[in-house]
Nanobody, 124 residues
Framework: QVRLVESGGGLVQAGGSLRLSCAASIRLLSGYVMGWFRQAPGKEREFVAAITWSGGTTDYADSVKGRFTISRDSAKNTVYVQMNSLKPEDTAVYYC?????????????????WGQGTQVTVSS
C-alpha cells in the first residue's frame, strides 16, 4: 500500500509560481510511475505531468509544457511539480498519483494510489 500526501497549494496571482510536493509513505522502488492530475469544478480529472521513478522520463500535458516541471527526489520519496507562469485556468485541485509500471500513462483510471489533493487558485 502506498500512501501519498500532497502539500504546497495555495492562492497566487496570475504569472506567479507554486511548487507542489507529494511525499510517499514507503520507499518507492524503480517500478513506479508518479503522476500529477488536476480537477476543476464540473470538469473531468485531467493529466498534468508524470515521471518514471527509475529513469526520470517525463511527459506533460500540452497546456502546461514549458511552464511546469516535474521532478523526484529518491532519498526523500518525494515528487514535485514546479509551476511557473500560472494562469487562472490552472485553478483546480491537484492530485498526486502512483502506479506500478515503467511506462507513463495519461489516464487517471490506471493509477492505483492517490493523495487527498491540494487546492491551487490563480487569481487574475
Amino acid at each position: 500500500q502506498v500512501r501519498l500526501v500532497e502539500s504546497g497549494g495555495g492562492l497566487v496571482q496570475a504569472g506567479g509560481s507554486l511548487r507542489l510536493s507529494c511525499a510517499a509513505s514507503i520507499r518507492l522502488l524503480s517500478g513506479y510511475v508518479m503522476g500529477w492530475f488536476r480537477q476543476a469544478p464540473g470538469k473531468e480529472r485531467e493529466f498534468v505531468a508524470a515521471i518514471t521513478w527509475s529513469g526520470g522520463t517525463t511527459d506533460y500535458a500540452d497546456s502546461v509544457k514549458g511552464r511546469f516541471t516535474i521532478s523526484r527526489d529518491s532519498a526523500k520519496n518525494t515528487v514535485y511539480v514546479q509551476m511557473n507562469s500560472l494562469k487562472p485556468e490552472d485553478t483546480a485541485v491537484y492530485y498526486c498519483a502512483a502506479r506500478p509500471g515503467y511506462a507513463i500513462a495519461k489516464s487517471h483510471r490506471v493509477y492505483d494510489y492517490w493523495g487527498q489533493g491540494t487546492q491551487v487558485t490563480v487569481s487574475s
